[in-house]
């Protein structure tokens, strides 16, 4: 599904961006305009044994972790949510376990970080999956469209959980997006580019990729906020 067919959402999206382009200015006091302080958990996939994709001496758990460090600093000292992690260091929680973080911590949206991967090397771009059956979810997605950074402009897809296009059959069971399903809240999961790409690639071992991500994911918490406030 390309995000063009995010048309659908074309009425609801226009006013929540509306509403949250009134939150969001000034930048820093946005979130503190929404009354209700916000509960987000963050999920780095893979973890421990489990790299996750590779190439070269570079590992998506490694890069998924500082993206999450890095964002959950945002959250908390810049857009006062309440945010917790399915891990901090260099260990794999079962999806059980991290949807039991989101869960404890009472999040209501969960965000799952990892970097793709293809036998393509022509395979790039920003890829979003929400939650499969939670219009919620969706919707999110939908906004998200708002805040792609430009190195993805024309490379933004957005998937239910269930029709990665990468998995065949009942595959999808064992991959990071069945955590989803798990959930007990919104919960959508980022594949920041494609590290078998060589331009994605670049792009992920630079600074503004860590930068544009903190953005990303600061801006998708900032809909979310509206959407709750709606
Ligand atoms: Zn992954």
């Not at 009134?22 to 893979?46: E, F, N, W, Y």
């Not at 376990?97 to 036998?119: K, M, P, V, Y």
């Not at 078998?196 to 906020?225: E, K, M, W």
Request: proline letters at 3%; hydrophobic letters at 35%; glycine letters at 6%.
């Amino acid at each position: 599904m390309y995000y063009s067919s995010l048309d659908l959402f074309a009425a609801q999206r226009s006013v929540a961006i509306r509403q949250a382009g009134r939150i969001m200015r000034p930048q820093r006091t946005h979130l503190r305009a929404v009354k209700r302080k916000l509960s987000i958990c963050l999920d780095p996939g893979h973890g421990g044994a489990d790299s996750g994709a590779t190439y070269g001496m570079t590992e998506e758990k490694t890069k998924v972790l500082q993206f999450a460090l890095a964002s959950r600093y945002r959250l908390t000292r810049e857009d006062s949510c309440n945010v917790s992690m399915t891990r901090e260091t260099d260990w794999k929680p079962t999806f059980t376990a991290r949807a039991d973080t989101a869960r404890q911590s009472g999040a209501s949206l969960a965000i799952s970080i990892h970097i793709n991967a293809s036998n393509s090397k022509k395979a790039n771009g920003l890829w979003l999956f929400h939650k499969h059956g939670c219009e919620e979810s969706r919707m999110l997605c939908a906004l998200a469209s708002e805040f792609i950074p430009s190195q993805w402009r024309n490379d933004f897809r957005v998937f239910d959980a269930h029709d990665n296009p990468l998995v065949s059959g009942d595959d999808w069971l064992s991959r990071p997006e069945h955590v989803l399903r798990l959930y007990p809240c919104q919960a959508i999961l980022v594949e920041w580019g494609f590290i078998t790409n060589q331009l994605d690639y670049g792009y992920l071992c630079s600074p503004r990729a860590h930068t544009d991500f903190v953005d990303f994911v600061s801006s998708i918490v900032r809909a979310h906020a509206v959407q709750g406030a709606t």
